[in-house]
């Protein structure tokens, strides 16, 4: 395991992001706090949901080309960024094994406990297989390690749609600047599609979403001594059809004071305000494309599911 994070950088950035965006108007907070165990759980029932489609259908492009990455990027290395506990890494480092190229495989999380349980099981998985975990903050110091192969830096699930557009380009640069030739990029995006599908899958039926959403609330509470009142807010997602993203927010019902005594912090909100918990951006296979012609990258493929809901792109330096 090699932490790149200091000690105390996450608990930093918790209290620099929650003291900032809740004094922020409109207030928001960053979706990476979301994921703490509970959080973490509530996104892998997500990706079960009916209505949450992007998870199959990326599964379902994996399932179906990922011997042509193989094929196409001859990869020693497969590094995952935001690997979580992702089940479709199999699906790489199955095509990779079989191309008879893989030696070793480096998954990228904040998530310390997720990395080491991913970790875990891989090494009993794939005897043979080098498993390198970092700890590292991919929009901060990206933690893609210097390879002497071919490495494959994958960034699947769509959670580029985090980031805003100012946010993407750098991220994508700064990816760019760490690769060679040979080396490639496999980024899985959630595609631009019927806004009532989209807005389903981020507002599903059984409030699972809902509650991966007030969860933020509840870090807050545990890791600043916060008092959030977390069933007084109320789940928000729409389409914001201007920025093409989703967006999800949590109303306030009715005038409440909320303290953070850690931060020394009294934050009021209004009936019916929001604060801002996450965009996800859905893209157009062109869009994207430029995109990532704009950070350097040569798209060579581009797949989608047989429904065209999802994209998953390979882009060379
Ligand atoms: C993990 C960022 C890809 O944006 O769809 C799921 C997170 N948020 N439901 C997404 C999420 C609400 C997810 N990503």
């Known amino acids: 395991m090699h ?14 992001d929650a003291a900032f965006g809740l004094t922020s108007a409109p207030k928001w907070l960053p979706p990476k706090w979301f994921y703490d165990a509970r959080g973490s759980t509530l996104f892998e029932e997500i990706t079960r949901l009916p209505e949450y489609y992007p998870t199959r259908a990326e599964r379902e492009i994996l399932e179906r080309h990922a011997a042509d990455v193989a094929a196409t990027l001859p990869a020693h290395t497969l590094i995952e960024l935001g690997s979580g506990s992702s089940e479709k890494t199999r699906l790489l480092l199955d095509a990779l094994r079989a191309a008879g190229t893989l030696e070793r495989y480096v998954p990228v999380d904040v998530s310390e406990p997720a990395l080491v349980e991913a970790a875990e099981a891989l090494l009993r998985e794939y005897p043979g297989l080098a498993v390198d975990a970092v700890v590292s903050d991919f929009d901060a110091e990206l933690g893609i390690p210097d390879e002497p192969g071919p490495k494959l830096v994958a960034f699947l699930g769509g959670t580029l749609g985090n980031l805003n557009p100012d946010e993407r380009a750098a991220f994508l640069a700064a990816v760019r600047a760490k690769l060679r030739t040979g080396d490639g990029l496999l980024l899985g995006a959630d595609l631009v599609k019927d806004p009532e599908v989209l807005v389903r899958a981020y507002d599903d039926a ?14 807050l ?10 069933e007084r807010f109320e789940h928000v997602a729409l389409w ?9 927010r949590l109303r306030s019902r009715g005038d409440q004071a909320v303290k953070l005594r850690d931060l020394d912090l009294a934050v009021e909100f209004a009936d019916g305000e929001e604060l801002r918990t996450e965009i996800s951006a859905k893209f157009r296979v062109s869009g994207l494309t430029m995109e990532l012609e704009r ?3 040569v798209v060579s493929r581009w797949w989608t599911d047989r429904e065209n809901r999802f994209g998953v792109a390979l882009a060379m330096p």
Do not use: C, K
């Open 240 to 248: 914001n059809s201007e920025q093409e993203w989703i967006e999800m």
């Open 3 to 16: 932490g790149h994070l200091p000690e105390g950088y996450l608990a930093d950035a918790l209290r620099r």
């Open 206 to 219: 059984q409030g699972v979403t809902a509650d991966f959403n007030r969860n933020v609330l509840r870090v």
């Open 295 to 297: 950070a350097g990258f």
């Open 221 to 230: 509470n545990r890791e600043l001594d916060g008092d959030f009142d977390v």
